[in-house]
């Protein structure tokens, strides 16, 4: 979503402006994008979203947010396999993401579910700068 001015955290305002742009895309007619909560040990700890909605022979794109408190814990990994299957078994055929290469916990989730990155960075290469977009992709055919 888009930034907003203010204090860093929770505040009222980035509350209601988070409230207001995912309302507007998952709730739209027809929805933007399906979004799910990220529960862990019952309590909710992030989103992910596929986009658009999942049908036969869609290439969707998968994002996920993660409060501080799960990650490293392999809840995206997980997140992001079980958005693979939603996907795979309404008919897409493609799963994309978009991240920097500073990101190392999506860049995880997404080799161990088997994304292909681009560009990809072989072992003694450049190292990007972290702030580089990288590009993935998931054959779910």
């Given at each position: ?25 998952a709730l739209a007619t ?112």
């Open positions: 979503m888009p930034s907003v001015e203010g204090p860093p955290g929770w505040t009222p305002q980035r509350r209601d402006a988070f409230l207001t742009f995912h309302r507007a895309r027809p929805p933007v994008e399906t979004v799910y909560a990220v529960v862990v040990d019952g309590r909710v700890c992030g989103a992910a979203r596929l986009e658009p909605p999942p049908g036969p022979g869609a290439t969707v794109e998968a994002g996920i947010w993660l409060g501080r408190s799960c990650r490293g814990r392999g809840v995206g990994g997980r997140a992001l396999q079980l958005l693979a299957a939603q996907a795979r078994g309404a008919g897409a055929v493609g799963l994309v993401a978009v991240t920097t290469a500073g990101n190392a916990g999506a860049l995880g989730a997404l080799r161990q579910v088997g994304a292909s990155l681009s560009p990809a960075h072989a072992p003694g290469t450049p190292v990007p700068e972290p702030a580089a977009r990288v590009d993935a992709r998931l054959d779910l055919s």
